[in-house]
């Protein structure tokens, strides 16, 4: 890890309250990584491994990946698509690109594939429901817009 680039693990555990979110889903935990700029520089294998760790431990019911994977080279991305394939969850893992992830021609189908073939959800202009029927999509709507 390089010591300009890079600072110390950040975890924050938040509790939010959501007005008439079904009582099946109270106590709902979600976890969300980003920005973990892969590329030997940034982020050390240590610290990934770290990340992992305390994902898993949180025991979450969803995980969410929420982009730039990489930095400038899609090179370390099949490694660390087998690091993060170590996530586990209830409802899976989902992940969005970044910009990062689509900084130059086939980035995106690189960091996709890369993701994609480890089991992890990647979305591109569509709508998941990892809890099926039990949020109406109407509802669902309107809590994301709510929290914008």
Known sequence: MHKILSSSLSVERLTIEIAGLPESLEGTRLVQLSDLHYDGLRLSDEMLAEAIAITNQAQPDLIVLTGDYI???????????RSLQ?????LGVYAILGNHDHY???FQTTVTHALTQVG?????NQIAYPWGARVPASRLS????SRV
């Open 104 to 106: 130059r021609p086939g």
């Open 142 to 145: 309107r809590l994301l817009v």
């Open 86 to 90: 170590q996530l586990h969850s209830h």
């Open 71 to 81: 930095t400038d080279s899609t090179a370390p991305m099949e490694a660390l698509a």
């Open 120 to 124: 992890i959800h990647v979305l591109w």
